[in-house]
């Protein structure tokens, strides 16, 4: 009986060192959901401070294209400085080059939900005569020099009112993301 309990243990004990020994293995080969597994697993993964080249495509939750950059110049970011979207950010963490993934980004980590009372009212010659008309999309600067997007609402006899939401704003954006390149923090030594 001693004979039987010692080797159905040992069984189990070599068995589960294989099962850990398979995880620890294959944790490594497993890219984020959604991601393919074409990246090069000798490329360093994307981390804060890594400074990534993608190529994209973007759509509405239509499947409308809003915008690409497949065939041009690649977007170049830096991991975690806050240079693209945050759900995008999220999404790209831990890919490596070669990696391709599907994104869907919500309103709230993308450019925040649309608000109606997002509106400044500013006196009619500040606006070139050609472009005061409802819906044309002007870019200013705000009061700190940030880039300020604007739509034209309404023209009024003194004031045109614009709506200063994000174009993007209350929209579900999806990305189709290819990472081309990934250049690996550099440390201090």
């Known amino acids: 009986m001693r004979m039987r309990r010692a080797r159905f243990v040992s069984m189990v004990a070599s068995t589960l060192v294989m099962i850990l020994a398979m995880a620890a293995g294959s944790a490594h080969a497993e890219a984020p959901d959604n991601a393919s597994t074409t990246g ?48 995008l950010e999220k999404a790209l963490d ?30 009619k010659e500040r606006i070139p005569a050609n472009l005061q ?20 609402k309404e023209v009024k006899e003194q004031t045109i009112v614009l709506d200063v939401n994000h174009p993007m704003a209350g929209k579900v954006l999806t990305f189709d993301v290819k990472i081309l390149e990934v250049e690996a923090v550099q440390t201090k030594q």
């Open 40 to 87: 090069k697993p000798n490329s360093p993964a994307i981390q804060n401070g890594s400074i990534v080249k993608i190529e994209y495509t973007l759509t509405d939750e239509k499947g409308a294209s809003l915008e690409s950059n497949k065939g041009l110049e690649p977007l170049q970011y830096t991991h975690g400085q806050r240079q693209i979207i945050p759900g």
């Open 133 to 152: 008309t409802v819906g044309t999309s002007l870019l200013g600067q705000g009061q700190n020099g940030q880039p300020l997007h604007a739509r034209v």
């Open 94 to 123: 831990g890919l490596r080059a070669g990696d391709v993934k599907h994104v869907v980004v919500p309103p709230d980590e993308a450019y925040g939900p649309f608000k109606p009372e997002a509106t400044i009212e500013v006196p």
